[in-house]
């Protein structure tokens, strides 16, 4: 997806354009859960209507992420559903082989905006949590949908946390996480080598940032902006 290491323009734009609005979150969210779909399928598993789903899958298809095709049934008189899915290596590793040091500032603030956009995504799919568990307080405690549900949810603390840590703290974290993503992309790449058919139900999501230099330079820029404001001249 990525034309060159430091390069996102393309990339960045593709990104954006598919994940610009709540319905194609959803339907890439669908197509990565169940790998192949018609717009019936979408419509009735995403609460959309088919004509809203129709439109939102062309602009997709316009994009280059999707790949799609028909699938004749045996039934006279039926039309011929169009089944959609994720074009292969779409959205994978947005961010593989970017280097900080040697980006331009354009191409470090696009890259942060693309993190911005994956972390509004997961945002919305921890809010679909609520309404879930607001449902399985009304249906029967052995139900399969809700012994389902829970079996998948950890066993202990929630697993999205923010932690914080020191700067000794961080170098030993960067080691341990460098031998954890190492294993992660070889992965990655088992999953590109063998196109599979079935779907992906389970979300990963990690990242860290110096949130102290942050703030300092956020301080900073204040206390800049305040020394350039021009005090009130008195021509009286």
């Avoid at 609460?47 to 999707?66: A, F, M, N, P, W």
Wanted: charged share 25%; with cysteine; hydrophobic share 35%.
């Amino acid at each position: 997806m990525m034309s060159s290491k430091n390069n996102l323009n393309d990339a960045t734009h593709t990104f954006f354009q598919a994940f610009q609005n709540d319905i194609n979150i959803s339907i890439l969210a669908i197509l990565q859960m169940y790998h192949s779909m018609n717009i019936t399928q979408i419509s009735n598993l995403s609460g959309y209507s088919k004509t809203t789903i129709r439109r939102h899958l062309q602009e997709l298809d316009e994009l280059g992420v999707l790949t799609s095709e028909e699938r004749p049934v045996n039934i006279q008189g039926r039309y011929t559903p169009i089944y959609y899915s994720i074009a292969s290596k779409s959205f994978s590793g947005e961010n593989e082989s970017f280097n900080y040091q040697t980006a331009s500032i354009s191409s470090i603030k696009q890259m942060i905006n693309v993190n911005k956009v994956a972390i509004r995504n997961f945002t919305k799919y921890l809010e679909m949590f609520f309404p879930l568990f607001d449902h399985l307080d009304t249906i029967d405690s052995v139900s399969e949908l809700k012994s389902n549900i829970l079996t998948h949810l950890p066993n202990s603390n929630p697993d999205c946390r923010m932690l914080f840590f020191n700067e000794k703290e961080m170098e030993e974290l960067c080691k341990i996480r460098m031998e954890f993503m190492e294993k992660i992309n070889q992965l990655l790449e088992k999953q590109q080598q063998h196109s599979s058919t079935t779907g992906r139900e389970f979300l990963y999501f990690d990242g860290y940032m110096n949130l102290k230099d942050l703030f300092e330079f956020k301080a900073e820029q204040v206390k800049l902006k305040k020394k350039k404001k021009p005090e009130n001249l008195n021509f009286s």
